[in-house]
């Protein structure tokens, strides 16, 4: 209830500071109204080269393609170095120099290699997700009861099996956590990446609004963000639901 | 215990000696590919410096101005614009998360307007904060405030939620005031989840700072980078990377030094 009442008169305060009373220079707060048209605007006639569909859809691919490649390759990477104490020796020296340079400070030797098209942006998203993908799986192992890992070879469980039935379902809650944390990161860095430089997406949306002096615009880009990095966090809340359903029952 | 320090759920123990071999094969290996294809001439120099190049580059952007700075200079504007922000951040959100956790009615103010701004990636501030407050100082610490800020709330708010209420009525009990409660009871209670809240804070917080200089300004590591891109100077951009890591990875050993020694200080977190 108190929740319903402060985002009310949060709108309301927005709307006599800038509408009402006029205390705020429109150029540095847009008053709704102007937001409204700048929605309007996009939607229909479209800003920035493209509809507000289109920019969005384009984003969304981008970050779907480099949060799934990320996966598809860090995470097997990170229950091997996790399984194998090998393994982690070998590979870990190459986290240990890459790990604290944020995948934002790839964007411009992204920009260098792959120009502004979409193979940059997908390559840093990859980078975003890549770290804590491998990280957690790799902690999600190390986290695994070694005293359920030893029962199952106990009973006569093959190296397969005991990776198919105990490391890598006792991993997942921890390897989730990190997905969701790189997907938020992902969006960070897509619309980063997409101000640097751009053809199209939520980012060249903004870019260009703040280059027009265009407040109106400059908030519908943001809460376009918003929406698809909530929208996207949504979706992956709901698949780790369907993925880790047996936790329920323990 | 050390034997099982090596001991991986495969079941192999590790020695030690081979433990040492396999992270110096590690190391080489990653130097070593990158020599390599760098030496070998498989990608233009002017996309992928070998590493003696990028060390020859460093060495030089400490002497030589480049985008109108010698490299420390570059270095200094980003770490005391990453401290303005960050100082910023924590002064105004563990404050208010502290708060928030001792008064629901905060609570219930606050949290809904803070979920609804949640999901904004910092960046996506960039243009509002360039017209806010310009893209000088203004502009940039507000990035790297919206990209710390949520950790600290969220850290304090949890660490004032996890204080035992018992704790706080034992002290008034005993005739405490609320500003010795305040400061006795709950501030160290608190205090374990807001230190690694702040760790957390400082990582996005520097994260953010390197974003809004790749956009917004005329000087530090960032700029330095979208300059060195600007003349395909690979190099450049490289010598950048590596100082954005070093200051980065300073940062957080400084954090876990500070955890460390709260944990000793006041027993276990």
Redesign the interface.
């Known amino acids: 209830m108190?929740?319903?009442a402060?985002?009310a008169s949060?709108l309301a305060l927005w709307w006599l500071a800038t509408s009402g009373l006029r205390l705020l220079n429109p150029?540095?707060l847009p008053a709704p109204h102007e937001v409204w048209t700048a929605l309007r605007q996009i939607m229909g006639s479209g800003y920035a080269g493209a509809t507000l569909w289109e920019h969005a859809l384009h984003s969304l691919g981008l970050v779907a393609r480099g949060f799934l490649v990320a996966v598809v390759t860090g995470v097997p990477l990170g229950l091997l170095m996790?399984?194998?104490?090998?393994a982690?020796?070998?590979?870990?020296?190459?986290f240990l120099?890459?790990r604290?340079?944020?995948?934002?400070?790839?964007?411009?030797?992204a920009?260098?290699?792959f120009g502004l098209g979409d193979t940059g942006k997908v390559f840093v998203i990859w980078l975003t997700a890549f770290v804590p993908s491998v990280i957690n799986s790799f902690t999600g192992?190390?986290n695994?009861d070694?005293v359920l890992?030893a029962a199952a070879?106990t009973q006569g469980a093959s190296?397969a099996q005991v990776l198919r039935h105990v490391?890598i379902p006792g991993s997942m809650p921890m390897i989730f956590t990190g997905l969701r944390l790189s997907l938020?990161a992902s969006?960070?860095t897509?619309?980063?990446a997409e101000?640097?430089g751009a053809f199209f997406g939520?980012?060249r949306v903004?870019?260009i609004?703040?280059q027009d002096?265009f407040?109106g615009m400059?908030?519908v880009?943001?809460?376009a963000?918003?929406?698809c990095?909530?929208g996207s966090?949504w979706l992956l809340g709901r698949l780790e639901r369907r993925v880790l359903n047996w936790r329920a029952a323990v | 215990m050390a034997n099982r320090n090596f001991l991986g759920p495969s079941g192999v123990v590790l020695g030690k000696g081979e433990f040492w071999a396999l992270t110096l094969a590690g190391f080489s290996l990653f130097f070593g590919t990158w020599a390599l294809v760098a030496w070998a001439g498989w990608l233009p120099a002017n996309l992928l410096p070998s590493p003696l190049a990028v060390w020859d580059t460093l060495v030089r952007l400490w002497q030589q101005p480049f985008a109108g700075h010698v490299y420390a200079d570059h270095l200094l504007a980003s770490i005391q614009r990453f401290l303005m922000g960050w100082a910023l951040a924590v002064g105004i959100g563990i404050p208010l998360g502290l708060l928030m956790g001792w008064y629901r009615i905060l609570d219930e103010i606050v949290t809904p307007l803070f979920d609804s701004i949640r999901f904004v990636a910092p960046l996506a501030w960039v243009p509002l904060a360039a017209l806010w407050f310009g893209t000088g100082i203004g502009g940039p610490l507000l990035i790297i405030f919206v990209g710390s800020f949520a950790p600290c709330v969220i850290s304090a708010y949890r660490g004032a939620r996890l204080v035992e209420p018992r704790l706080v009525e034992a002290a008034q009990t005993m005739g405490a005031s609320g500003r010795q409660v305040m400061q006795h009871v709950l501030v160290p209670g608190a205090m374990p989840s807001i230190i690694s809240g702040l760790r957390v804070s400082a990582g996005l917080g520097w994260q953010s700072l390197v974003g809004s200089e790749l956009i917004v300004v005329g000087a530090g590591l960032g700029y330095l980078m979208v300059q060195g891109q600007g003349n395909l100077a690979t190099n450049i951009v490289i010598a950048g990377m590596i100082g954005i890591g070093i200051v980065g990875f300073a940062i957080d050993v400084v954090l876990r030094g500070i955890e460390a020694w709260f944990k000793r200080r006041w027993g276990q977190a």
């Open positions: 108190v929740g319903v402060t985002v949060a150029l540095r996790g399984w194998s104490r090998r982690e020796a070998l590979i870990n020296p190459i120099l890459l604290p340079i944020p995948a934002l400070a790839w964007i411009p030797l920009i260098v290699w192992v190390r695994v070694t890992i070879r190296t490391v938020q969006w960070t897509l619309v980063a101000l640097v939520l980012g903004l870019n609004a703040g002096i407040p400059i908030l880009g943001m809460a963000v918003a929406i990095g909530a966090t």
